[in-house]
């Protein structure tokens, strides 16, 4: 009954597209901190957090070395736990991580292409095949789906600055387990090929030969760029037992000025839900200081 709220806000409410697209969100933020103030280090990747004294001590980088009065964590939860903490201020064992029901990881394809595609919507969901089928290849025999159901959204058919006049910007979107890690060049191929042949029987237009750019992004793409829990999109599953304060928690249980933000602690997955995850934490932050 409570996630079924999320989708009569949908219907009922509709959904917002940002100008410039999600990155768009980013970029806004990123100009409004800058009025405010904030000094951004770009391209220094955190190595180790310190703690003394049940604190925060030092944030090391590969460059160098930072000092804080508190210190929110919005890379990945289990990589900054397991990876960056002493294993004594790590609030949740290897063992509780390795139990956590995930949800989907994605197999992904950016695509543009040199001509428009008149009949299509900004979101198509092609749910033309085993919906059961594909969902027990994703939480119950984890492996990749045999006939996937995918999405694809067309931004151009919204927001012409998308792509160049007269062209289209695709992005196919594939469910698939967390945790396959054989996301070679040919499996990406492979699925490429089966859902490009779906998506051209429905629309009725053949693309394959107006492909002016393709970019796969998969299970080590997740882990490379964002030290992805199991290369997952989409954090925990919403589960009865993984919901509200049974997430792990936005502050530490060990370090009293260390708190997490993003898709792995509360309120949960999505853009909007870890954009609120921040400004919750953020509140904490300000207590704390206050203090």
């Known amino acids: 009954a409570l996630y079924s709220l999320m989708n009569y806000a949908d219907i009922v409410g509709g959904t917002w597209y ?5 990155y768009g969100v980013v970029e806004a933020m990123y100009q ?14 955190v190595t180790e957090i310190t703690v003394e004294n049940k604190s925060v001590h030092e944030i090391i980088t590969h460059r160098s070395v930072y000092h804080a009065d508190a210190l929110i964590g919005s890379a990945d ?3 900054i736990e397991t990876q960056l903490l002493p294993l004594s201020f790590q609030s949740y064992t290897r063992q509780y991580w390795d139990t956590r029901k995930m949800a989907p990881s994605c197999l992904l394809y950016y695509v543009g292409i ?16 085993d919906f059961s089928k594909h969902a027990d290849e994703i939480y119950e025999t984890p492996s990749w789906p045999t006939d996937p159901l995918f999405y694809v959204c067309a931004s151009s058919v919204t927001d012409a600055a998308a792509a160049p006049a007269g062209n289209e910007n695709l992005f196919f979107l594939i469910p698939v387990a ?7 060049e040919a499996v990406r191929e492979l699925y490429f090929q089966k859902i490009l042949s779906r998506f051209e029987n429905r ?7 107006s492909i002016v750019y393709k970019k796969s992004f998969a299970y080590s793409d997740f882990v490379s760029n964002y030290n992805s829990f199991k290369g997952n ?7 009865l037992k993984q919901t509200a304060i049974l997430k792990p928690s936005c502050k530490s249980k060990k370090v009293d000025n260390l708190f997490y933000a993003g898709q792995l602690t509360v309120p949960g997955p999505g853009v909007p839900p870890s954009l609120i995850s921040g400004e919750v934490v953020a509140g904490e932050v300000l207590k704390l200081l206050e203090k």
């Open 203 to 209: 629309i009725g237009i053949t693309i394959k030969d």
């Open 18 to 22: 940002p100008e410039g697209g999600m």
């Open 77 to 79: 939860y289990h990589h």
């Open 178 to 184: 967390a945790g396959l890690k054989d996301d070679s």
């Open 114 to 129: 040199n001509k428009k595609i008149s009949n299509l919507l900004h979101h198509s969901l092609f749910f033309d095949t």
């Open 32 to 45: 409004l901190a800058l009025e405010l103030g904030v000094v951004f280090h770009f391209n220094e990747a």
């Open 233 to 239: 999109a989409y954090g925990l599953a919403n589960t």
